[in-house]
């Protein structure tokens, strides 16, 4: 009886620490749109309307969620959080009130599709017997941009697909959660090395043709990705290391062979040998976070707009230029604590399948952030992905939205097994007493 008043103790406290944890964020949603709104002198009606909808629309998803399964609350309202700030500072630098609209609509598809990630995850059980059916489909999705009608180039990479001129998806971002899910399936049950090779030539394959498509973030996300999932799910350390030794060895081979990949390290090099063409869009972002300080510019306060793609690639410059250092510093430890809650999720996950499905899930999220964040700030050469949640794109935060489901469903299959074990040990203390 003692361990279960325990047990509702630790859950009244969680409850009343997400519940803080909501009201935070549906302030900040609040102010910063009605800042946005009355900040000239005419009126912004979308930002007004935002300045309500976000923070419902926040609680109605928290508490929907939470009412239909037990899901980690804190990842769902730190997703959501992270979804409105790209609506946030979209709807300050983005020079047509079309791009924050887009951005709403695509993030209410994307948290439609949330809820169908966290489902399928829940019900679904015959993730091995369909592993060579998605292995197909994912590499024939990977493949459609060289369809002559389809396929189409931007920014140098070959890597999107157009509907009818009117809607553009980039299939590498949607075959993200695939890609996880099938590694996951492969690696299993600790299979040794000739078992996994089938599921490693696969991902061998897919950074094939996204190297072929210049698509150089996606080819790194993939690559690494699999290689974590690998050792976590094997402990061959020898091999793990082995393939990052090939790894290593194949993007020197691309550097010396394609041109683009050394355009972008020279880019990275030296950004001022170039000022005013391929190094013009590096040097403003670093002129921007620059000139943000310690507490930034504020809203509608800064030059954004100077940077190329300021609304996609480099939205995390945009952001420290108007929003400061110590906010970005804390947008990251908002990433960092999407990930140590999902590795939690991952430890208490009671079969491999879905413990090895959220360890990918998380860190295929922390390396995004972290080639995006250090290609904005010149730690690292540039590689065109995307601030997950945040920037500009329907493939991105679509994709996002969907692993975070796959995320969500298996915490909350986490909390059910929890439950029944509680329930378990307290007949067995009835029994015993």
């Known amino acids: 009886m003692a361990r ?69 609350r804190a990842i769902l309202i730190l997703v959501l959080f992270l979804c409105s700030i790209g609506v946030i500072a979209l709807s300050d630098i983005a020079r047509s009130d079309v791009t924050p609209r887009t951005h709403a609509v695509y993030a209410c598809a994307g948290i439609v599709v949330m809820f169908i990630g966290a489902a399928l995850i829940r019900s679904w059980r015959s993730w091995k017997k369909t592993l060579p059916l998605l292995m197909a489909l994912c590499v024939i999705a990977l493949l459609t941009p060289y369809l002559p009608k389809f396929g189409i180039s931007k920014n140098g990479a070959r890597n999107w697909v157009g509907i009818e001129n009117v809607l553009t998806v980039q299939p590498s971002e949607f075959m993200k959660p695939v890609v996880i899910v099938c590694l996951a399936a492969g690696f299993s049950n600790r299979p040794r090395f000739v078992k996994c090779l089938p599921v490693i030539g696969f991902a061998a394959v897919c950074c094939g043709i996204l190297l072929a498509e210049k698509d150089l973030g996606a080819v790194l996300l993939y690559f690494l990705t699999t290689v974590a999932m690998y050792y976590v799910a094997t402990s061959n350390a020898f091999i793990s290391l082995a393939g990052l030794g090939m790894g290593a060895g194949a993007a020197v081979l691309a550097y010396r062979a394609l041109p683009y990949v050394q355009a972008r390290v020279a880019i990275w090099q030296n950004p001022w040998s170039d000022y005013e063409h391929s190094g013009y869009q590096l ?17 509608g306060m800064g030059m954004p707009r100077n940077i190329p793609l300021y609304y996609s690639d480099f939205i995390f410059a945009s952001i420290t230029e108007e929003f400061g250092l110590i906010f970005a510093i804390g947008l990251i430890a908002v990433y960092v604590l999407i990930i140590m809650r999902g590795l939690i999720v991952a430890f208490n996950a009671r079969t491999s399948f879905h413990s090895l499905a959220s360890f990918g899930l998380v860190i295929m999220l922390g390396l995004q952030t972290m080639l995006i964040v250090g290609g904005n700030t010149k730690l690292l050469p540039l590689s065109g992905v995307t601030l997950p949640l945040v920037c500009y794109g329907g493939s991105s935060l679509v994709s996002t939205f969907f692993s975070m489901g796959l995320l969500l469903g298996i915490s909350s299959m986490n909390a059910e097994d929890e439950a029944r074990d509680i329930e378990q040990l307290e007949l067995r203390e009835e029994m015993n007493d």
């Not at 997400?18 to 009606?45: C, P, Y």
């Open 4 to 72: 279960n008043k325990v047990e509702k103790m630790k859950k009244a406290l969680m409850r009343s620490n997400t519940r803080l944890l909501l009201s935070a964020v549906m302030l900040f949603q609040a102010a910063a749109m009605l800042l946005i709104a009355f900040q000239k002198g005419a009126i912004n009606v979308q930002a007004l309307i935002l300045a309500a909808a976000l923070p419902l629309g926040t609680a109605l998803v928290t508490v929907v969620m939470g009412r239909i399964w037990p899901v980690d």
């Open 283 to 299: 040097i403003q972002s670093l002129i921007a976070i620059g000139s943000g300080g310690l507490f930034g510019m504020g809203l």
